[in-house]
């Protein structure tokens, strides 16, 4: 999956007062879209000796092994000779970056979704600055302390018998499948999330609820949580057609994944299609 970058390391601890050397990379990001360069399969993110900028908003982001990440929140004059804008998802389906460079830019782009939205205190409007002891925003109004915000969320591989339940979302023009999934709401588990993702998308019961492993996945911020259980009775699927637009029983033998395999999703179809056990 896409952290899996063994035996690379990614150091993601508050580092105060960290300059950026000049082989350093830099996070840049306009119009929700990364600047980045290189060619497919090798795509970079530019170096920091690559601007001639005069920067005051540099944020140390995390390091992979001693290669630092540095997020530029300025507004830069010009754009780089070589790189181009680019959506995260874009980049994924396109440039097919290698994946210490992917998993970078996953969690480069949580981290830069929170600084943006946290210029201001939530509970007073009053402007924050950053902590210098720990990775958060501080308001010097009413000493509101915010921290990097992490949303749980589950994807459930529901199986029946030697079939597993595979869907497509409404609204989303992706070809593949994938697998039921939400966001944990207030006061309840992630089983009973389980239990109520599928309820809600599908129409159906569940039992034996196991939980599989997780996975960090910064497009909205939230730590993915897998789970396997099994259909309870009666198995016939009533789509919730806000939320998908197909779901269907699929053979163990006839599942076919996702174009690459740095989600937990395609993890666990694969999974599932591999172990006859399950």
């Not at 609204?171 to 697998?179: E, V």
């Not at 009533?238 to 937990?264: H, M, Y």
Request: negative net charge; glycine residues 6%; hydrophobic residues 40%.
């Amino acid at each position: 999956m896409i952290q899996d970058i063994r035996p690379h390391q990614l150091k993601n601890e508050f580092i105060v007062n960290v300059k950026p050397d000049l082989e350093d990379f830099i996070i840049y990001i306009e119009d929700d879209k990364f600047l980045v360069g290189g060619k497919e399969g090798a795509m970079l993110f530019p170096r920091f000796k690559e601007f001639n900028d005069d920067f005051e908003h540099i944020i140390y982001l995390f390091s992979i092994e001693e290669q630092k990440f540095f997020l530029i929140t300025d507004k830069i004059n010009n754009t780089l000779v070589d790189y181009k804008f680019m959506s995260l998802k874009d980049i994924r389906s396109q440039m097919k970056a290698p994946l210490t460079m992917m998993f970078a830019a996953y969690t480069a782009w949580h981290l830069a979704l929170w600084y943006r939205d946290n210029q201001f205190c939530g509970r007073c409007g009053n402007k924050t600055k950053h902590s210098e002891t720990e990775r958060a925003v501080i308001c010097n109004s009413c000493g509101h302390i915010i921290y990097p915000k992490i949303m749980p969320a589950v994807i459930v591989g529901v199986t029946n018998g030697n079939q597993l339940l595979l869907t497509k979302y409404a609204h989303r023009n992706l070809p593949y499948y994938a697998l039921i999934a939400g966001f944990v709401e207030i006061g309840e588990t992630v089983e009973e999330c389980v239990q109520r993702e599928v309820m809600e998308e599908v129409g159906l019961k569940v039992k034996n609820i196991r939980y599989y492993k997780s996975q960090p996945w910064g497009v909205v911020q939230d730590l993915l949580m897998g789970f396997f259980c099994e259909v309870d009775g009666d198995t016939t699927i009533k789509l919730e057609r806000n939320e998908l637009k197909e779901a269907v029983w699929t053979a163990r033998e006839d599942i076919i994944g996702q174009s690459d395999d740095w989600s937990l999703t395609h993890n666990m179809m694969m999974k599932f299609k591999e172990e006859n056990n399950m």
